[in-house]
């Protein structure tokens, strides 16, 4: 299983990206994956998924403002990111897991995703 991400920038508030995460090595209907963001000195935390029952829950503080999708054909997973304000400045992860509780309350667990990208870095400026 490999996961790479792209896409990240910096942007004023406001603003929007769109991050990719190019998968490889599992099919979505057996994964949940989702996106983490870690800010410096914070704990990494779930920004949101599509399980693979095909659930797609987000954290409160991105809902309405974020939307995640997946391109099964392309086997990319993407988080479209619009109305960005300083505090979603992070590195951002895309990550997949075939455990079944990370489908149902685990989803924003990092401990439940075995498999991570490397990350990529957004900066939102006031």
């Known amino acids: 299983v490999q996961l790479v991400e792209s896409g990240g920038g910096s942007v004023e508030a406001g603003g929007s990206l769109r991050l990719s995460c190019a998968t490889s090595g599992f099919t979505y209907s057996s994964y949940t994956v989702g996106w983490f963001r870690q800010a410096p000195g914070k704990e990494r935390e779930g920004v949101a998924a599509?399980?693979?029952?095909?659930?797609?829950p987000y954290t409160d503080s991105v809902k309405g403002r974020f939307t995640i999708s997946k391109d099964s054909d392309e086997n990319t997973l993407y988080l479209q990111m619009n109305e960005l304000k300083p505090e979603d400045t992070a590195t951002y992860y895309c990550?997949?897991?075939?455990?079944?509780?990370?489908?149902?309350?685990?989803?924003?667990?990092?401990?439940?995703?075995?498999?991570w990208g490397q990350g990529t870095q957004v900066t939102v400026s006031s």
């Open positions: 990550a997949a897991s075939a455990d079944r509780l990370a489908a149902l309350w685990g989803w924003r667990e990092p401990s439940r995703y075995p498999y």
């Open positions: 599509i399980t693979m029952d095909g659930l797609t």
